[in-house]
């Protein structure tokens, strides 16, 4: 069964607390990327990566790390640097390195994290 | 900065009926545009894209049509069916893509 997986589908963060989100893919796919979600409004680009070991900010990467060990995997930390963590977060990944015409993003179910 | 976004951000329409949903974006150099769908607690599904190279695009049901002059882009969605109940959302880039907030498409039985 092909896909992304996220897991925990749920999270919860104390103060000062570090936090990781996990994001496994087993497409076969270069790109990874997370993103953050707030109710009602649109997609926003934390990091991405397009190869292991390697990976860029986004928009919004402040009070946020990744790290990219292997292919498969991309996880994602809020630490305790990001004071409004409460969101939902999902994980992509695609087939896209750069020169492609396309970039379809696969996604995962999501985490939602909340702040106790 | 550049934006992506949409005209409304509700539309509800009665089933069997076409729907339309707009979007605008303002980085004139955009090359590829994209549509999700999302379903509430899920993540977005891969719709429709389509290369600024081209002014309109079929799948099934669904065509995308491109207006680079005015930087206009719609997601047209036939004999809309209760499934199609989720938010649509338009995106631009590539590794730096970028998200409108999306359209509650609501169907009426």
């Known amino acids: 069964d092909g896909g992304i997986t996220q897991s925990p589908k749920y999270l919860f963060r104390k103060e000062g607390q570090n936090v990781t989100l996990s994001c496994e893919q087993n497409l076969n796919h270069d790109a990874m990327y997370w993103y953050r979600q707030d109710p009602g409004q649109g997609l926003r680009l934390i990091y991405y990566s397009q190869i292991v070991n390697d990976f860029q900010k986004g928009d919004i990467a402040e009070g946020y790390s990744v790290s990219r060990e292997k292919k498969e995997s991309f996880p994602l930390t809020v630490t305790s640097a990001q004071k409004n963590p409460t969101a939902f977060y999902l994980c992509?990944?695609?087939?896209?390195?750069?020169?492609?015409?396309?970039?379809?993003?696969?996604f995962g179910a999501g985490t939602r994290l909340s702040v106790l | 900065g550049e934006s992506v976004g949409l005209h409304l951000p509700t539309l509800s329409v009665q089933e069997g009926d076409n729907s339309i949903i707009n979007c605008a974006y303002s980085?004139?150099?955009?090359?590829?545009f994209i549509w999700y769908k999302q379903e509430s607690g899920k993540g977005p599904q891969f719709i429709i894209d389509i290369r600024s190279n081209m002014d309109k695009r079929q799948g099934q049901r669904v065509t995308v049509l491109l207006n680079k002059t005015v930087k206009h882009l719609s997601l047209q969605i036939a004999a809309t069916q209760p499934g199609d109940s989720a938010v649509y959302f338009c995106?631009?880039?590539?590794?730096?893509?970028?998200f409108g907030a999306g359209t509650r498409l609501t169907v009426k039985p």
């Open positions: 980085n004139s150099a955009s090359d590829y």
């Open positions: 995106a631009e880039g590539f590794n730096d893509m970028r």
């Open positions: 992509a990944s695609s087939m896209w390195t750069g020169g492609s015409a396309k970039n379809i993003q696969y």
